[in-house]
């Protein structure tokens, strides 16, 4: 797949999540994403950074468009921290930590979320306050979500190159019973 591609098909799909999650604006989004996966290879094995790159762009135009907030889930060597912009970490009352994401140490996706992000800050957790996510390759996104959590069906697309996608976002809590009214 050409990475125009790539980045057209992102873009579809995050614009999809965004409409179907319902989201206000400034919410946050969280996106994990194995470019090794989305070339057809095992997780964490063949990471890409002209594909990051690619997503990246797709991601921050969709986000930008519908005025909410990307949040780039690194890989397992980082625990699965979080690179967000400083002013979103600071709305959040979180406390950036001190690691730079690479390749290979926090994932392609995560690395070119840090460098080209104006002033990005890696946070250890979000404390489960994005309030929808786009997984992309298996990466396990959802304690990052808000509670509860809700699988969103996609519509127009179950995958991203050769990766597997899911996506997810928050509803609020049912409270009262078989009694209860929710609508």
């Not at 990005?120 to 298996?138: F, P, S, Y």
Request: with cysteine; proline share 3%.
């Amino acid at each position: 797949m050409v990475y125009d591609q790539i980045g057209s098909v992102a873009f579809t799909i995050l614009s999809e999540v965004i409409k179907r999650s319902n989201l206000q604006q400034g919410s946050v989004v969280i996106i994990g994403c194995s470019t090794s996966e989305v070339m057809g290879e095992r997780i964490g094995t063949a990471s890409n950074m002209d594909i990051a790159s690619s997503l990246y762009t797709a991601f921050t135009q969709a986000a930008d468009y519908a005025s909410v907030c990307l949040a780039f889930q690194c890989c397992e060597h980082l625990n699965r921290a979080i690179v967000l912009n400083r002013d979103v970490a600071r709305r959040l009352s979180l406390e950036p930590v001190h690691v730079v994401p690479v390749q290979h140490a926090g994932g392609a996706m995560a690395a070119t979320a840090f460098s080209q992000q104006d002033d990005a800050v890696v946070v250890e957790t979000l404390n489960a306050q994005a309030r929808a996510g786009l997984d992309i390759g298996d990466t396990f996104i959802g304690m990052h979500i808000h509670p509860v959590v809700a699988p969103l069906r996609l519509e127009l697309h179950k995958s991203l190159g050769m990766a597997h996608i899911t996506a997810a976002y928050s509803r609020p809590k049912l409270i009262g019973g078989a009694r209860a009214i929710y609508e």
